[in-house]
């Protein structure tokens, strides 16, 4: 049975993930920065009274911040019991991938540093006249641990506005 991903472009190169993992995209935001907050964390959205971390795949692939795509917009994923917002310089769109498109990543790109590769499909988008080799990303594999407790941490101190009840509209 197909699996759908969404495919989306960072610095002009595509990625994807599976569209399972994906609760929404947004493209009209307003990031707040945290000072002391872990590096792959630009900083926080208020999301339908809800605050959500924004994390930044650029500084987690160590990609160059300053390609800007003419579309950049958030993929709200949740992983760990929290919400994530993955902002990415376009979604290009949704495509159904066939279970024998669907490869492990080889074992010789496999390290520290790329754990958070979860596979590599092979898809034709829409005007491409042949297929290509896209890297799937695994958003439960972006961070690690520590980050998350962090992140937890930070959420507790940030409660959204119907758990608080103080927190006047935004």
Same mark, same amino acid.
């Given at each position: 049975m197909e699996?759908? =991903?969404?495919?989306f472009l960072l610095n002009n190169k595509r990625y994807s993930v599976n569209l399972a993992k994906i609760n929404g995209i947004e493209s009209? =935001? @307003? #990031?707040?920065?945290?000072?002391? @907050? %872990?590096?792959?964390?630009?900083g926080i959205i208020h999301l339908r009274n809800e605050i959500v971390p924004i994390f930044n795949l650029k500084e987690r692939f160590e990609l160059d911040e300053s390609e800007k795509g003419n579309n950049v917009q958030l993929l709200i994923c949740e992983t760990h019991?929290?919400?994530?917002?993955?902002? #990415?310089d376009d979604v290009l769109g949704i495509v159904p991938v066939e279970?024998?498109?669907?490869?492990?990543?080889?074992? #010789?790109?496999?390290?520290?540093?790329?754990?958070? *590769?979860?596979s590599v499909i092979r898809v034709g988008l829409p005007g491409d006249k042949k297929a290509?080799?896209?890297l799937c990303i @695994?958003?439960?594999?972006?961070?690690?641990d520590e980050v998350f407790e962090?992140? %937890?941490?930070? *959420?507790?101190?940030?409660p959204g506005e119907e758990e608080s009840g103080d927190i006047e509209e935004i």
């Amino acid at each position: 049975m197909e699996e759908k =991903y969404i495919i989306f472009l960072l610095n002009n190169k595509r990625y994807s993930v599976n569209l399972a993992k994906i609760n929404g995209i947004e493209s009209d =935001y @307003s #990031v707040v920065g945290i000072p002391t @907050s %872990a590096e792959f964390i630009k900083g926080i959205i208020h999301l339908r009274n809800e605050i959500v971390p924004i994390f930044n795949l650029k500084e987690r692939f160590e990609l160059d911040e300053s390609e800007k795509g003419n579309n950049v917009q958030l993929l709200i994923c949740e992983t760990h019991g929290i919400k994530l917002g993955l902002e #990415v310089d376009d979604v290009l769109g949704i495509v159904p991938v066939e279970p024998e498109d669907i490869k492990k990543v080889p074992g #010789v790109v496999k390290n520290d540093n790329t754990g958070y *590769l979860e596979s590599v499909i092979r898809v034709g988008l829409p005007g491409d006249k042949k297929a290509d080799i896209i890297l799937c990303i @695994s958003v439960d594999k972006l961070i690690d641990d520590e980050v998350f407790e962090e992140l %937890a941490e930070l *959420l507790e101190e940030n409660p959204g506005e119907e758990e608080s009840g103080d927190i006047e509209e935004i």
